[in-house]
């Protein structure tokens, strides 16, 4: 059954707990327009709030991820943004999974935004990165001029904001801002690889590293230590190589195998109970 939030110009596939989220607009390589950017806030607040999601891949339609934003539709709709959350809904939204950028051909001003607001980027052997808003007066501040420069050796950063200059996967990659190359219409079988080495591990876990990285990179590190300074994290047991976070609902027995991970250790408060943190 097709979502409610799926529409012509986007497309959303569930592939186990993973949300494929699909630029479909190929005759304009998937160019943001306003109903666009609507659909894909949409998607990622599903991606968000459905328990069974674990993890999102965003992509685009034939053969390229996204040129940015549609010129042509600007006159009539005004900036792809959706308020508080930035360009697509995405560029300056508070996401709580992890989202991959699976990228073929284009990338181009807020498209590479887009890529650069993803925790991971995979990569199509001919894809290109640019942001060209310089060569028309503008700057690409939805996260271009604010993500780059921490995301890629500064200078090289600056070349690309300066001169609006595009550079290759190939030159993305050595430098650390994609994670894997693939052959041209393999990037997204490469992102759903990636997606599943994440989401086989604990979700709380997951989630937890995630904010402190995020916060520590957009924010900075002292407001990344109080998210989990000693003692104060969320209660995550260790259970055979296997955290399991608290849930709601009838207590379950627990084998011996746990220990406490914030500081401090756990002990049973009695037999077939959840533990309870020593004093």
């Known amino acids: 059954m097709a979502s409610p939030i799926e529409s012509d110009s986007l497309l959303l596939e569930r592939r186990d707990d993973v949300l494929i989220i699909t630029l479909n607009r190929p005759r304009v390589r998937n160019a943001l327009d306003v109903p666009t950017a609507r659909a894909l806030d949409g998607a990622l607040t599903e991606l968000c709030r459905d328990p069974a999601l ?5 992509t685009g339609a034939g053969g390229h991820f996204c040129s940015g934003m549609d010129l042509k539709k600007f006159p009539v709709h005004g900036v792809p943004a959706v308020d508080g959350r930035g360009l697509g809904g995405l560029t300056r939204a508070q996401l709580t999974k992890p989202l991959i950028a699976a990228v073929e051909g284009a990338a181009v001003g807020g498209g590479m935004e887009l890529a650069l ?4 980027i995979v990569a199509g052997a001919s894809a290109l990165f640019a942001l060209p808003e310089v060569t028309r007066g503008l700057i690409a501040a939805e996260s271009g001029a604010v993500r780059l420069p921490a995301r890629y050796p500064y200078h090289l950063a600056m070349e690309m904001l300066l001169t609006g200059d595009p550079v290759t996967a190939a030159s993305a990659a050595r430098h ?7 052959e041209d219409g393999g ?9 599943s080495r994440v989401t086989r591990h604990p ?20 407001a990344a230590w109080r998210l989990a300074p000693p003692g104060r994290c969320q209660p995550v047991l260790l259970l055979h190589a296997r955290l399991i976070p608290p849930a709601p609902g009838p207590l379950r027995p627990y084998p011996a195998q746990w220990s406490f991970v914030c500081g401090r250790l756990l002990r049973p408060c009695s037999a077939g109970r959840r533990p309870c943190p020593t004093r």
Do not use: F, Q, W, Y
């Not at 607001?117 to 991971?120: F, G, N, Q």
């Open 54 to 58: 674990r993890a999102g891949v965003l």
């Open 117 to 120: 607001s993803c925790d991971l």
């Open 176 to 182: 650390g801002l994609v994670n894997r190359i693939t």
């Open 187 to 195: 990037a997204l079988s490469a992102a759903l690889e990636l997606a």
């Open 203 to 222: 979700e709380e876990a997951v989630r937890a590293a995630r904010a402190v990285a995020r916060t520590a990179d957009e924010v900075g590190p002292a």
